[in-house]
């Protein structure tokens, strides 16, 4: 754990930087006096970039492209005396791959941003938070701060520099930033903002969670009663979360799903045998519709979608199907955490209907349900034409009216050779996934993709003048 007032850090995962102790701001509810530092602007003093990066170097803290910046907490960054300072340490952490946010009062305008602007490498590396805990007691609350009607304009410079701009209502004043609900919900509609932190103040009150940035056990959250009606309200709207954390880890996913994304396609987009992108993407879809309604973490279910046919035996081999080879190389490049892809690993492990047959079936909520929806894609008007494409790579007619389904079909059969037609593939897999379903969404979107493979088959047959086929299925489905 290190701290000197400038910077705090309990570990390598998150730093927090002020390059001032001091502030001219005079908030009501400033942190400053309560850590022990004036938030006076007589006893204002800054820090140099310089020697923030000296002191991170020379306390050997293990900062790596996973280490979350935190700068403007608790002290303004955006000042005249400081903000060279600050913008230096934004070109620095860029540089090294970090995600940063910046919590600021004051306007930023764009020519201070020359220099940082080419450095940003991904939607969300760097995400500013604009301050605001009241706005029509501004005046007395937040005396001398820079103006709403100014500081709003953050939302409109940010948006259109297509870098993540969050509101950020914290702290919740009691009895003062309900008041101006109206309003904050007028600047979010007029500002299109996506993003809003409805926090607690923090005060002295003990309470079960100590203040992120405080060693010292003198600061804890104190959640007032105003702050779940705001939330309510808000989220009829937009986003709204309780910690900045939780957007910046929103940003941070999205980044990785994004270089999973280009890294899934560069193996994937030749493929032409029902298992290519366009398969990928639909898998992805659903899979998100699945996880909204089954309440499954979204950013896991990702993964699995995305990454769950990167290693399949029949287009990479058996050695790398076990090894889950491309699944695990593409987490490492795109920095996934190690936990997370143990049970991405472990549901595609798990994944897939020759798994099934040797009795193994994904166990979390995410993997059952991209399990799900890659069945489902194998069924409905999307698995006939699978069907038909996978037919011509391997130059198995789709229908031979002499050749009829294995009906004892085991996971060794199964693997060892492909069907002898499309219809027996039909009728030796494609027919028994609707039983496979393992969630509640799943169960009900496979009924309807079965009915619709069905149908062609009857159609098929009628058309084939194969009446001893229709009569086949109709015994089949009994
Ligand atoms: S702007 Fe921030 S640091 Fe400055 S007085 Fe207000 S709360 Fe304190």
């Not at 850590?35 to 923030?52: C, E, F, K, L, V």
């Not at 104190?222 to 940003?251: A, F, G, H, P």
């Not at 270089?259 to 290519?276: F, I």
């Amino acid at each position: 754990m290190i701290d000197n007032g400038y910077l705090f850090a309990k570990d390598n995962k998150r730093i927090f930087i002020n390059t001032s102790l001091g502030c001219a701001g005079q908030c009501s509810y400033c942190y400053l006096p309560k850590m022990g530092y004036s938030n006076s602007s007589d006893n204002y003093r800054t820090i140099s970039a310089q020697a923030i990066i000296d002191f991170i170097e020379k306390n050997k803290l293990d900062i790596n492209q996973k280490t979350l910046i935190t700068l403007g907490c608790y002290s303004e960054c955006w000042d005249e005396y400081n903000k060279n300072e600050t913008i230096s340490l934004i070109k620095y952490f860029l540089k090294k791959g970090n995600q940063i946010q910046l919590s600021t009062k004051k306007q930023i305008i764009e020519e201070e941003l020359t220099e940082i602007l080419p450095l940003i490498n991904y939607f969300g590396q760097l995400v500013i938070f604009v301050s605001s805990a009241t706005i029509s007691k501004h005046d007395t609350v937040e005396k001398n701060t820079t103006p709403i009607s100014n500081r709003f304009q953050n939302f409109s410079l940010f948006n259109s520099l297509n870098i993540p701009v969050v509101l950020y209502m914290k702290p919740v004043l009691k009895g003062i930033t309900i008041n101006d609900l109206d309003l904050y919900k007028k600047y979010i509609e007029q500002y299109k903002i996506r993003d809003v932190v409805v926090g607690s103040i923090f005060t002295n009150y003990i309470s079960e969670e100590t203040v992120h940035f405080s060693n010292k056990n003198e600061l804890f959250y104190t959640k007032n009663s105003d702050e779940d009606m705001i939330i309510s309200e808000l989220s009829k709207i937009t986003n709204v979360y309780k910690r900045s954390s939780e957007v910046m880890y929103k940003y941070n996913v999205s980044n990785h799903i994004e270089k999973v994304k280009n890294e899934v396609a560069k193996l994937l987009e030749k493929d032409n045998s029902g298992h290519g992108l366009g398969h990928i993407n639909r898998v992805l879809d659903l899979s998100l519709k699945f996880a909204e309604k089954e309440n499954a973490n979204k950013y896991i279910v990702s993964l699995i979608a995305l990454l769950h046919d990167v290693d399949d035996y029949k287009l990479f081999g058996m050695e790398n199907a076990e090894k889950l080879t491309n699944a695990k190389r593409i987490m490492d490049d795109c920095n996934v955490d190690k936990a997370i892809q143990e049970q991405v690993c472990d549901a595609i492990n798990n994944i897939g209907y020759s798994k099934r047959l040797k009795g193994h079936s994904p166990t979390t909520l995410e993997g059952k349900i991209v399990s799900d929806v890659d069945m489902c894609d194998a069924l409905g008007a999307n698995g006939i034409l699978r069907v038909y494409t996978y037919s011509m790579k391997n130059g198995k007619p789709f229908f031979d009216r002499n050749i009829f389904p294995i009906e004892d079909m085991n996971a060794e059969k199964y693997t060892r050779k492909c069907a002898d037609s499309s219809v027996c593939h039909i009728f030796e897999k494609i027919l028994k996934l609707k039983d496979l379903m393992l969630t509640d969404s799943g169960k009900e979107e496979a009924k309807n993709r079965h009915q619709i493979v069905v149908d062609f088959l009857y159609h098929l047959f009628n058309e084939e003048n194969a009446p001893e086929w229709t009569e086949y299925l109709n015994n089949y489905l009994k």
